[in-house]
């Protein structure tokens, strides 16, 4: 499959056009932001890591029964997906209270949900990613309150298989943040990537993290713990 025109040039990832008018390509880059694009570095083999690591992640999805974008992986840093137009919304689900929740509520850091908190931000990077409702989400056309309800449906299926399969690596997983997009046809799937940049994991015993939040943070390096999550994935 042929590369074709750059069709977005994104924080994380590149999209090209390919000769099928259904079907592109996203490219994993070896950049990583924070605070909305303010801190930005590379580091090497990243795209690769991520890359691989969401492709575990969706592969064990699609077993399960999750309608994703994912075709098939071309090389170590591009997937075939399918296109579908991604809804504005960054969809997030906390299990454990740390990040902009804590910030923006003054809740402990650290404390175990009884259920999952599902959020949704309009992802808009002139305003800063704000959190928004359902309403809201309804009211600005982001989605219709069918499709809000067939995301949450999904995120909510999602966030059991994930928790269950990092679980299983002696990782907690804290919180996520996923993205939907839309069909030609109207179908939703998962789309975008899952990995230790879109998710907050911690070690089982230590609470040690294994996510992004250590160049967020700078509190270590992030190829070695990347590389350690795909460790345990590769050892099950
Ligand atoms: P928070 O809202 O606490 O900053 O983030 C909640 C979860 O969503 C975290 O797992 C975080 O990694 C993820 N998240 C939030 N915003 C973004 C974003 O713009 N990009 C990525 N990759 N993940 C995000």
Not at 124 to 130: K, L, R, S, T
């Amino acid at each position: 499959m042929e590369k074709g025109k750059l069709l977005y040039d994104g924080k994380a990832k590149q999209v090209y056009a390919t000769d099928k008018e259904d079907e592109i390509i996203m490219h994993y880059k070896d950049d990583a932001t924070a605070g909305n694009g303010v801190k930005h570095d590379q580091f090497a083999g990243k795209g690769v890591l991520n890359h691989t690591i969401s492709g575990i992640i969706f592969d064990m999805l699609t077993e399960a029964g999750i309608k994703t974008h994912l075709i098939k992986k071309l090389d170590d840093r591009d997937d075939l997906v399918k296109k579908v137009k991604i809804f504005p919304l960054e969809v997030i689900i906390r299990n454990i209270t740390t990040g902009s929740f804590c910030k923006r509520t003054g809740c402990p850091e650290g404390l175990v949900l009884d259920e999952p908190i599902f959020e949704i931000s309009y992802k808009n990077d002139e305003y800063g990613d704000p959190l928004i409702n359902e309403d809201h989400a309804v009211a600005m056309k982001l989605c219709t309150r069918e499709e809000y309800a067939k995301i949450k449906e999904e995120t909510l299926k999602i966030n059991a298989l994930l928790k269950e399969f990092f679980l299983s690596l002696n990782l907690k997983l804290v919180d996520f943040k996923i993205e939907f997009g839309k069909t030609a046809d109207g179908e939703i799937l998962l789309a975008d990537e899952i990995s230790p940049d879109s998710c907050r994991l911690w070690d089982v015993n230590t609470n040690q993290k294994y996510d992004k939040d250590v160049f967020r943070q700078d509190i270590g390096d992030l190829i070695e713990t990347y590389k350690a999550v795909l460790a345990r994935m590769e050892k099950k």
